[in-house]
């Protein structure tokens, strides 16, 4: 079998979500790598985030599966269930795209990678913080996730008018195109290059 390894640079972002999408094999696992600027909470006027806007990551997705109808795969587990409703998802700010990819409905011209999570594939998520454009040390990583917007995820309310009990309750994830740093499935691999830095001077 021969091995890709394609190199992108600057490349559009139509062009990039047409080469995944006639690589990419449906409904199989991927290794997604992501690189952006870490979402953090700015503080009060007497308690202020000292590194807000200095701290980018790279995140590792290991086992999300691409290529699936979230739809087809709620009507299934609605049936596993138990359940004889139909899943009705409610209106988003996304949209289809293709079989891999949902784009933003106000502009049509921001793609998401859709990521389905499967019990069978391990699914795995490890990320790695950076400070000024190094490495953060242990002090830095503790301070950081110290200011990471807390998560109240429930299950998805569709999905319970489904019928769909919390055993079977499927979990997507949608991943911006512009914060992919690469793609692999088998033997192919997408990349962009990125560089860690941050012109931003404050440092903990």
Same mark, same amino acid.
């Given at each position: 079998?021969?091995?890709?390894?394609?190199?992108?640079?600057?490349?559009?972002? @139509?062009?990039?979500?047409?080469?995944?999408?006639?690589?990419?094999?449906? $409904?199989?696992?991927?290794?997604?790598?992501?690189?952006?600027?870490?979402?953090?909470?700015? +503080?009060?006027?007497?308690?202020?985030?000292?590194?807000?806007?200095?701290?980018? /990551?790279?995140?590792?997705?290991? +086992? !999300?599966?691409? $290529? *699936?109808?979230?739809?087809?795969?709620?009507?299934?587990?609605? /049936?596993?269930?138990?359940?004889?409703?139909?899943?009705?998802?409610?209106?988003? !700010?996304?949209?289809?795209?293709?079989? @891999?990819?949902?784009?933003?409905?106000?502009?049509?011209?921001?793609?998401?990678?859709?990521?389905?999570?499967?019990?069978? *594939?391990?699914?795995?998520?490890? *990320?790695?913080?950076?400070?000024?454009?190094?490495?953060?040390?242990?002090?830095?990583?503790?301070?950081?996730?110290? !200011?990471?917007?807390?998560?109240?995820?429930?299950?998805?309310?569709?999905?319970?008018?489904?019928?769909?009990?919390?055993?079977?309750?499927?979990?997507?994830?949608?991943?911006?195109?512009?914060?992919?740093?690469?793609?692999?499935? +088998?033997? @192919?691999?997408?990349?962009? /290059?990125?560089?860690?830095?941050? *012109?931003?001077?404050?440092?903990?």
């Amino acid at each position: 079998m021969n091995t890709f390894n394609v190199q992108v640079v600057n490349a559009s972002e @139509f062009a990039a979500v047409e080469l995944l999408s006639k690589s990419l094999k449906k $409904g199989a696992a991927v290794r997604v790598v992501t690189f952006k600027e870490t979402k953090m909470n700015k +503080g009060t006027k007497n308690n202020r985030n000292e590194l807000l806007g200095c701290v980018m /990551e790279r995140t590792t997705i290991g +086992g !999300w599966q691409v $290529g *699936t109808s979230y739809e087809n795969s709620c009507n299934n587990a609605a /049936e596993r269930s138990g359940s004889d409703s139909q899943f009705n998802g409610k209106e988003n !700010w996304h949209t289809y795209f293709n079989d @891999f990819f949902q784009v933003d409905k106000k502009t049509a011209s921001k793609f998401y990678l859709q990521l389905q999570k499967s019990k069978k *594939t391990g699914c795995s998520k490890d *990320t790695d913080y950076f400070v000024n454009g190094k490495p953060a040390t242990a002090e830095q990583e503790a301070y950081i996730k110290s !200011w990471l917007p807390k998560s109240n995820k429930e299950q998805s309310s569709s999905q319970v008018e489904a019928g769909i009990d919390k055993e079977h309750e499927r979990d997507y994830i949608l991943i911006a195109l512009s914060n992919i740093e690469s793609v692999e499935q +088998g033997d @192919f691999t997408y990349r962009i /290059e990125k560089q860690v830095e941050h *012109t931003a001077e404050v440092e903990r």
